[in-house]
């Protein structure tokens, strides 16, 4: 019976020692580890301390069955590496969830498009700034597929240096991306100056008003929002009309649209990315057809990756930003549909031929001003339009 209870007190202990652990260590390590560098090296630190965790965790449970040694020394010593064991696992974890951050998906290291990485993959001006900034640097946060422009506007205009992209979800730097939500949550809670992005969402401006902030929106430059489909598939053009029917569920197979007799697979994206924001201004007035999870991709590359993959070959329809989807993400198993007999070309989009022609904006709390204003009057100017161009993008003017 002795036995019995003192092994109810190593798991009632244990136990108790697992909790502070979790709540310590999840807490610590945000502040611990969020630079890279340490989080890589709590890596190997993470065996050393499970192997010592370990040791102590016998020899403690050992002196209290059987009451030798010095079981409150051990104790204190099992506590003490096994917390360290918890802090470093967490931090382990932040660095997974950093790698992950930085990469929308395998082929897409958004750390080949940071401001000042070489060799650059951004636009760069074809003469000197105008301005520079060399302290108040404006904080910049935004959508994955505008990354490339507004990082380029950073390494134009401020100091040389490593700006994280993003950890735990939040700003890592002057100039970070933590896609458009997270962008908007950010910007109207303090944690950013200006976000690059697609319009908000009723969601985001409904807790930017219930945060009693106004979102202040300039337009900066055109895109396109393109819907695709795999390159196998017969159908190349659709009418606006034949788009609403495919996600209001009134069309529901290709050869109703010329194509060959297959069940249409429409994906969607998740509410509040700036995807689906355009998306959902498009179907206005539609009555959407509720997609199964599986036909709801995490981020646009997913979607690229559906749409293209053999499985669902001709059957699948999806979209993004031309951009993103012809130059970040590049596949050359989809294509862009045309719509209404119009192709998405920078002419089309320009001239606003091609139907699905988009704003996207420099986002901020009320009328900039300072720093910020300083900057966005910049990114209006030729040389912010010069740097929009080169990126692949249309210009505003």
């Given at each position: 019976?002795?036995?019995?209870i003192?092994?109810?007190?190593?798991?009632?202990?244990?136990?108790?020692?697992?909790?502070?652990?979790?709540?310590?260590?999840?807490?610590?390590?945000?502040?611990l580890?969020s630079?890279?560098?340490?989080?890589?090296?709590?890596?190997?630190?993470?065996?050393?301390?499970?192997?010592?965790?370990?040791?102590?965790?016998c020899?403690?449970?050992?002196?209290?069955?059987?009451?030798?040694?010095?079981?409150?020394?051990?104790?204190?010593?099992?506590?003490?590496?096994?917390?360290?064991?918890?802090?470093?696992?967490?931090?382990?974890?932040?660095?997974?969830?950093?790698?992950?951050?930085?990469k929308?998906?395998?082929?897409?290291?958004?750390?080949?498009?940071?401001?000042?990485?070489?060799?650059?993959?951004?636009?760069?001006?074809?003469?000197?700034?105008?301005?520079?900034?060399?302290n108040?640097?404006?904080?910049?946060?935004?959508?994955?597929?505008?990354?490339?422009?507004?990082?380029?506007?950073?390494?134009?205009?401020?100091?040389?240096?490593?700006?994280?992209?993003?950890?735990?979800?939040?700003?890592?730097?002057?100039?970070?991306?933590?896609?458009?939500g997270?962008?908007?949550?950010?910007?109207v809670?303090g944690?950013?100056?200006?976000?690059?992005?697609?319009?908000?969402?009723?969601?985001?401006?409904a807790?930017?008003?219930?945060?009693?902030?106004?979102?202040?929106?300039?337009?900066?430059?055109?895109?396109?929002?393109?819907?695709?489909?795999?390159?196998?598939?017969?159908v190349?053009?659709?009418?606006?009309?034949?788009?609403?029917?495919?996600?209001g569920?009134?069309?529901?197979?290709?050869?109703?649209?010329?194509?060959?007799?297959?069940?249409?697979?429409?994906?969607?994206?998740?509410?509040?990315?700036?995807?689906?924001?355009?998306?959902?201004?498009?179907?206005?007035?539609?009555?959407?057809?509720?997609?199964?999870?599986?036909?709801?991709?995490?981020?646009?590359?997913?979607?690229?990756?559906?749409?293209?993959?053999?499985?669902?070959?001709?059957?699948?329809?999806?979209?993004?930003?031309?951009?993103?989807a012809?130059?970040?993400?590049?596949?050359?198993?989809?294509k862009f549909?045309?719509?209404?007999?119009?192709?998405?070309?920078?002419?089309?989009?320009?001239s606003?031929?091609?139907?699905y022609?988009?704003?996207?904006?420099?986002?901020?709390i009320?009328?900039?001003?300072?720093?910020?204003?300083?900057?966005?009057?910049?990114?209006?100017?030729?040389?912010?339009?010069?740097?929009?161009?080169?990126?692949?993008?249309?210009t505003?003017?």
């Amino acid at each position: 019976m002795k036995i019995l209870i003192n092994i109810g007190k190593v798991i009632t202990i244990l136990l108790l020692l697992v909790i502070c652990i979790y709540t310590l260590g999840e807490g610590l390590t945000y502040i611990l580890f969020s630079d890279l560098f340490l989080v890589a090296i709590s890596v190997w630190i993470a065996l050393l301390s499970f192997l010592s965790s370990l040791l102590f965790t016998c020899v403690f449970i050992i002196s209290l069955l059987f009451r030798t040694g010095k079981p409150k020394l051990f104790g204190i010593i099992l506590l003490c590496s096994l917390f360290i064991f918890g802090v470093i696992n967490f931090g382990t974890l932040a660095y997974n969830n950093y790698e992950e951050q930085q990469k929308v998906k395998e082929e897409i290291n958004l750390n080949l498009y940071k401001p000042f990485y070489e060799p650059t993959k951004l636009a760069e001006l074809s003469k000197k700034p105008t301005i520079k900034f060399t302290n108040n640097l404006p904080r910049l946060d935004g959508a994955t597929a505008l990354y490339p422009i507004y990082s380029a506007f950073a390494r134009a205009l401020y100091p040389r240096t490593d700006y994280t992209i993003t950890v735990f979800n939040l700003p890592g730097s002057a100039v970070s991306c933590t896609t458009t939500g997270l962008a908007y949550t950010n910007l109207v809670d303090g944690n950013s100056d200006i976000v690059f992005a697609a319009e908000p969402s009723k969601e985001q401006l409904a807790y930017a008003k219930s945060k009693g902030k106004d979102l202040y929106l300039t337009p900066i430059g055109k895109e396109a929002f393109v819907f695709l489909v795999n390159e196998n598939n017969k159908v190349s053009n659709l009418s606006t009309s034949s788009i609403k029917d495919i996600y209001g569920g009134a069309v529901t197979d290709w050869s109703q649209l010329g194509g060959e007799k297959r069940k249409i697979t429409a994906y969607q994206r998740p509410e509040g990315s700036g995807s689906q924001t355009v998306f959902l201004s498009i179907m206005k007035g539609v009555k959407l057809i509720s997609p199964v999870e599986e036909q709801v991709a995490g981020d646009m590359g997913t979607m690229i990756d559906k749409v293209a993959d053999y499985q669902n070959s001709k059957n699948a329809i999806g979209y993004s930003f031309r951009y993103y989807a012809s130059t970040m993400n590049a596949n050359h198993k989809i294509k862009f549909l045309s719509i209404n007999g119009i192709a998405p070309t920078k002419e089309t989009i320009k001239s606003g031929k091609y139907p699905y022609s988009a704003d996207f904006y420099a986002v901020t709390i009320g009328n900039p001003k300072g720093n910020v204003k300083k900057l966005i009057d910049w990114v209006l100017s030729p040389q912010g339009q010069e740097i929009i161009e080169k990126t692949g993008y249309v210009t505003i003017k």
